[in-house]
Nanobody
């Protein structure tokens, strides 16, 4: 079993920055993918950014050039640096870890961007 704990959400004005962090613990494979999804009120959960244990990254078009995902394999942590935030980035952000056939999720952290 894997546990994920997020931190770093909050309220920020448009154009500002926030950094989300997520720490994973438990039975973690050396090969996995970690990342972030988000869910805005009344909308489906959507993926934001993913990073493989080998270092390759993928970003949703809506955040490319503004968000940067990184990870520390030794500490089993993943971070999301969010710059130039927009009101449409407002959502609950969920950390996720995928390994084998399993997917694990954190409890979510609220990010609110005011205009």
């Amino acid at each position: 079993q894997v546990q994920l704990v997020e931190s770093g959400g909050g309220l920020v004005q448009a154009g500002g920055s926030l950094r989300l962090s997520c720490a994973a613990s438990g039975s973690i494979f050396s090969i996995n993918t970690m990342g972030w999804y988000r869910q805005a009120p009344g909308k489906q959960r959507e993926w934001v950014a993913l990073i493989h244990s080998g270092g390759s990254t993928n970003y949703a078009d809506s955040v490319k050039g503004r968000f940067t995902i990184s990870r520390d394999n030794a500490k089993n942590t993943v971070s999301l640096q969010m710059n130039s935030l927009k009101p449409e980035d407002t959502a609950v952000y969920y950390c996720t870890l995928h390994q084998g056939l399993s997917a694990y999720w954190g409890q979510g952290t609220q990010v609110t961007v005011s205009s």
